[in-house]
């Protein structure tokens, strides 16, 4: 994919896929719930699809519409044992909060994945889950999937999560679900916190207080109606784009602005972004309202501590903006990113110097030097769909042409990406 420098400012209306964790997770629930469960505006992509795979190997029919899906649930303890290994593809969040589940049942199940998921890490479910007494196995021995997951009655804890990871916490509350006690987990920050309003909607008893979430034992799970609010991860590069190109005015659609979620829009506003909300709404129990956004003038910001978790998804593009902002900004506190599909700390930082910015990688980040002209270069994705949609924002604000090889990755998350972003520069 070539992206060359816009030449004029972007406008227009765009309105982004839904959100991916929360078309996961209505996936899920929906499978466990009683009843049929109806999802609007849900994420067509590679990893959202692999979490529909998965459970129409247990049982679960999935009647997929397109812009909608129907679930039919069967009930908390009625999955089937799996008619094959379980594929999770790409997708992390299939991987780590189905774990949880599969931990609750009466019957082994194997998962596996592609490449880059069988590199990351997995002890960190492993361990909770053991502790509730199942029995996860790494099939391989090195703390990564293939999965071997064998069912059991589980025990309720009380978690000390090492890292603010919703995928761990929703992996642990997702087991509290078969186990004999109420299960808790506390984490160094709050993560986005969708499984925790989810399983409230469909009629788990689930409390929050400070860093710690508790969920109780065997609920009652009713079928629910849900809209999924748009990705904000995927409106992060519009709202980039907008910024970076001089004199464009973007509206972003039914964007998600939950509290554990909007560190984005935290970060650019400290970066003296020009980001109105406007049609504030409730969309099935998440926040969600347009976001309008005009070209900026830039300064460097200090990303870290409890923003984290709420914007690690959405770092990538903010070292993209920190590039072209006048001023030093500073990243701590993300090692996160070194285990995503890539490690996107790493890349980041080589990447953008290859496109001239002055930038150096740390332990748990990065220090960006911005203002600096950027050129056009030849960027490698790696496969990751953030990198790649990170630079292609980049291409837009830099001299000349940018070229990412491996573009089509973005159908992780965002299949009609690049014409979306087109549609925009005319």
């Known amino acids: 994919m070539e992206i060359k420098q816009a030449k004029k400012p972007l406008r227009g209306v765009v309105s982004v896929p839904g959100d991916k964790s929360i078309s996961h997770r209505a996936v899920m629930l929906g499978a466990l719930a009683d009843g ?17 795979d998965c459970f129409s190997h247990m049982g679960i029919t999935v009647d997929n519409l397109g812009d909608e899906v129907l679930v039919h649930g069967k009930g908390l303890h009625d999955l089937s044992a799996p008619d094959q290994i379980l594929d999770v593809g790409n997708s992390g969040t299939t991987t780590r909060l189905l774990s949880g589940i599969l931990a609750g049942q009466p019957f082994t199940s194997e998962l596996t994945g592609d490449a880059s998921i069988q590199s990351r890490p997995m002890n960190r479910i492993i361990r909770p889950l053991s502790q509730m007494g199942a029995k996860v196995e790494s099939v391989k021995n090195n703390g990564c999937v293939p999965l071997r997951i064998s069912g059991h009655s589980l025990t309720g804890i009380q978690y000390q999560s090492p890292v603010a990871s919703a995928q761990v916490k929703s992996c642990v509350l997702l087991a509290g679900l078969y186990a004999d006690a109420p299960t808790s987990v506390t984490e160094p920050w709050v993560s986005r916190d969708h499984t925790e309003r989810m399983l409230a909607r469909f009629g788990a008893r689930v409390e929050t207080e400070d860093t710690t979430a508790t969920i109780w034992p065997d609920p009652s799970l009713q079928a629910a109606d849900l809209y999924v609010p748009g990705d904000i991860s995927s409106a992060a590069y519009f709202i980039a784009a907008a910024l970076l190109v001089p004199g464009s005015e973007v509206l972003i659609r039914n964007v998600g602005i939950n509290p554990t979620r909007d560190g984005l829009l935290r970060v650019c506003r400290a970066m003296g972004a020009d980001i109105t909300l406007e049609n504030r709404q409730d969309a099935s129990g998440e926040p969600c309202a347009d976001l309008l956004v005009r070209y900026s ?14 914007l690690i998804d959405e770092l990538p593009v903010v070292a993209i903006l920190a590039a072209f902002a006048h001023g030093t900004t500073v990243i701590r506190n993300a090692e996160e990113l070194k285990v995503k599909e890539s490690n996107r700390l790493d890349i980041m930082v080589t990447e ?4 001239g910015c002055d930038i150096e990688g740390t332990e748990d980040g990065m220090i960006i030097h911005g203002g600096r002209p950027l050129e056009g270069a030849v960027i490698d994705s790696r496969l990751d769909h953030r990198i790649a949609m990170s630079f292609a924002i980049a291409g837009l604000a830099a001299r000349g042409t940018t070229t990412i090889l491996r573009s089509d990755c973005v159908d992780i998350s965002y299949p009609g990406f690049y014409g979306d972003l087109e549609k925009l520069q005319h």
């Open 36 to 52: 049929t469960t109806r999802i609007r505006n849900f994420l067509q992509g590679a990893d959202c699809l692999s979490t529909i």
């Open 352 to 355: 953008l110097k290859a496109m």
């Open 297 to 310: 003038e830039l300064t460097g910001a200090t990303v870290e501590g409890g923003l984290i978790p709420a």
